[in-house]
């Protein structure tokens, strides 16, 4: 395959995956998108004819990433024509290249000893993963992808970004207000034992007034019948309390959400921070189970009141501590802090928090409002309630109407009942999109008439844009 080929599927492909993504989208939303189906249909044309498209420019193109979503914005954001849009847009799109940071793919070919290196940019580690998938996708051999270095200018790697975890559709949300955020998605999860939430308050404040940073660091999952908040650190260390409230998931609780939090300041009451997503609840608890470290040892802390450990802190093995809880726990003093300490060789628990931060501020920032919505679909899809309006009332006929002649007679008052709407058919994709390609065609037929040209009656008409 020549590389103008290689170039237009890939646009193609894009393509494709834009038509798709408009499937879920209402009607008139699709409808109001009819300018950019068209343009970048015409977009295609262009590229798919060799003649229109060099080996040097399809090659400087490919070998940046040049995407379908750039030369869509270069071509309207530009007085070219569709025709000249090759030539301005590798102008423009190199020109964005000097600002993009630039990453590096380790792909594992088959046969081979040593893995292959691929350095490409991209604006975000979104889009530098989902490259680096699509290298291993449209490969002729089967190919692994390793990892996903963020590199400086001098190529050293600075950032690893964790790809077993990644789901392109989680967000972040940065510095919003705890209480209000959260508050709205306990207030829609949370069934029996409501007052969870007003507990989960106070020891939110409570961690942001603390001096400890790992105070701040926050594993929460609520659910329908409550919430718990745990220390991040000890979720990742196996058997301890908080790994087992996080990975005690059971496929008869579908409607349970997970989230981790950095409290970054409080004011007024008030605490804020950043919130991420974990997505599937069950897959996230399974990562915590095959990542979490064992415990090695168990570090208790005695109060000064009472006991031979009265005032100490003292640290046990495992073993020791389930050998021996009575006479540690009950026997020698008042213990008012117990730590489990995670065995650590070549990879310690700091290494795995690390890579779990840096995989977390790799999301896409999100909208809360959004995130809001999507909640309440989600739970619907869970819980089956019932659809607001999914009836309407309407007045029974009756057989005793009162009658202008006879005032005297007994009326029956009139009652309602409840029956089924009746269905309407949503229309299908193919016909909404004919609804916006022909919705493109008016405004390209009006914006000619304007100009005093004579309207064209083709629907790819290589002039939209302008």
Not at 68 to 94: F, K, Q, R
Not at 278 to 299: C, E, M, N, S, W
Request: aromatic fraction near 8%.
């Amino acid at each position: 395959m020549t590389i103008q080929g290689k170039l237009y599927e890939k646009l193609q492909s894009e393509y494709n995956s834009f038509l798709g993504g408009l499937r879920d989208l209402p009607p008139q939303q699709i409808i109001e998108a009819a300018h950019e189906i068209v343009s970048k249909e015409c977009i295609l044309e262009v590229f798919g004819e060799r003649e229109n498209v060099s080996y040097e420019q399809a090659k400087e193109l490919l070998d940046n990433n040049c995407t379908l979503n750039t030369l869509y914005a270069t071509w309207i954001n530009s007085d070219c024509s569709i025709n000249g849009l090759v030539h301005y847009a590798i102008d423009e799109y190199m020109q964005d290249l000097e600002v993009q940071p630039t990453y590096k793919a380790e792909l594992q070919l088959p046969g081979e000893e040593y893995p292959h290196l691929e350095v490409f940019g991209a604006d975000n580690d979104v889009e530098a993963i989902e490259y680096a998938h699509e290298l291993c996708e449209t490969a002729e051999d089967e190919v692994e992808l390793l990892e996903v270095h963020e590199l400086d200018e001098n190529y050293d790697s600075i950032r690893e970004i964790d790809l077993n975890s990644f789901d392109p559709s989680l967000r972040r949300y940065m510095d919003v207000d705890l209480f209000d955020f959260l508050g709205h998605i306990s207030d829609k999860v949370i069934i029996h034992y409501r007052n969870d939430w007003n507990i989960d308050k106070e020891f939110l404040l409570k961690s942001a007034e603390s001096q400890d940073p790992n105070d701040k660091r926050i594993a929460w999952h609520v659910c329908a019948t409550g919430t718990h908040q745990l220390n991040e650190s000890d979720v990742f260390i196996k058997e301890s309390g908080a790994y087992a409230y996080w990975t005690d998931y059971h496929q008869n609780d579908p409607d349970m959400f997970g989230f981790f939090i950095e409290i970054t300041g409080h004011e007024n009451g008030r605490v804020y921070g950043n919130v991420f997503e974990v997505g599937d609840y069950a897959k996230h608890a399974q990562h915590v189970r095959d990542t979490a470290l064992p415990i090695d040892t168990v570090t208790l802390e005695y109060s000064e009141s009472w006991g031979v450990n009265c005032g100490l802190t003292i640290t046990v093995s495992r073993k020791e501590y389930d050998d021996d809880r009575q006479r540690l726990m009950c026997d020698s003093g008042n213990v008012i802090s117990v730590k489990m300490n995670p065995l650590e060789g070549n990879f310690t628990l700091a290494d795995v928090l690390k890579i779990e931060r840096a995989h977390r501020m790799g999301m896409p920032v999100g909208d809360t409002q959004e995130y809001l919505q999507k909640l309440e679909t989600k739970l619907f899809e869970i819980r089956g309630e019932p659809l607001e309006n999914a009836f309407q009332l309407v007045p029974k006929k009756s057989d005793e109407v009162p009658s202008p002649a006879n005032p005297t007679k007994p009326t029956t008052a009139t009652t309602t009942v409840i029956i089924p709407a009746k269905p309407i058919k949503p229309p299908t994709f193919d016909e909404v999109l004919k609804q916006a390609q022909a919705k493109a065609d008016d405004i390209n037929r009006q914006n000619a008439l304007n100009k005093g040209q004579q309207p064209s009656t083709t629907k790819n008409n290589p002039e939209i844009g302008e």
